[in-house]
């Protein structure tokens, strides 16, 4: 029987986990790692979850309309883009602040989903970076002078952020593993993902582990990255280190339902992306690349042999080849330890 769907809406999640299992073969790996590949979302990445289900639930709430309410958010890049194409979906005008360094590609998506990118001067995006993650409050404030009937959709303190994963990407995982995942790796950017699937693995099986990316302080200059060359990690940042919880660390993010923290350098993403591609065929971003390159490094431990490892994967490489993300460097990837 046939199915034609109504909108691009009816399509988030239900993303696919791969095993990876040539990757397993070439590098002799204990453990088995299966990602879940969230860029088959309709528009490109994870964050295709939280904004679908912050702007119905606004709705269901009664706080929005699309004839009258324009959606609001400072992000870089990969919500504003998920947001760009619900709120064109959906009949709603959307205005976007960007943070530095984002990719082209990603700028050039959301101008062709006609988003109202907004001139924020560095003066104000500075604040974030000296204030932490408080000052994005600051920046939403900026944007929402002289527009009529804003709604911030505040991605960093939003629960609905939280709920989207618990209600879809945590049961996804559970179902499609049989319940047998072991280890889950992500990343925090928002808070969102890392928070609301564990949240729900832990309810299923408080002895699933979770373990959190984050990318290595040698390679990262507040808010520049070093990395190599003009590449960079996009997504994720440090929310915990010797003293505890950094002052970037997002209110969705939950440090009671993290086991472990792993620090990753850019030289290990890159081949971890690298090694995806020409193995599996799935060419990932960076931040996904991460994540990954945590998961290859748990799967050498003989503690973890035949243990099921999953890491989130928010998007695919094409969003970067401005930055040269698909290019291998040997004299970089050589002095990587797998």
Known sequence: MGKIYNSITELVGHTPIVEFKRLEEKLGLKGRIAGKLEYFNPAGSHKDRIALEIIEAAERRGEISPDKTTLVEFTSGNTGIALAAFAAAKGYKFKI?????????????????QADIADVPQE?????????????????KYMEEGVENPFSTRQLDN???????????????????DG?????????????????VSKYLKEQNPNVKVVITQPD??????????G??????????????????????PTNFSDELTDEYKFITYAETLRAIHLLAKYEGIFVGASAGASLAVAIKLAQQEENA?????????????????????????????????
């Open 97 to 113: 602040g960007l943070q530095n360094g984002v990719s082209q590609e990603r700028l050039k998506l959301l101008e062709a989903y």
């Open 124 to 140: 104000v995006i500075a604040g974030v970076f000296e204030k932490g993650i408080e000052a994005f409050a600051d920046v939403i």
């Open 159 to 177: 629960p609905d952020n939280i709920n989207a994963h618990y209600k879809f990407t945590g049961p996804e995982i559970w179902e499609d593993t």
């Open 180 to 196: 047998k995942v072991d280890i889950f790796v992500g990343g925090v950017g928002t808070g969102g993902s890392t928070h609301g």
């Open 217 to 226: 302080p040698n390679d990262v200059v507040n808010p520049i990255v070093k």
């Open 228 to 249: 190599v060359e003009d590449g960079g990690f996009h997504g994720i940042h440090q929310v915990h280190n010797d003293e505890g919880i950094t002052p970037m660390a």
């Open 306 to 338: 035949g243990k099921l490892i999953v890491p989130l994967l928010p998007d695919n490489g094409e969003r970067y080849l401005s930055e040269d993300l698909q290019r291998v460097r040997p004299e970089v990837e050589e002095k990587v330890g797998f």
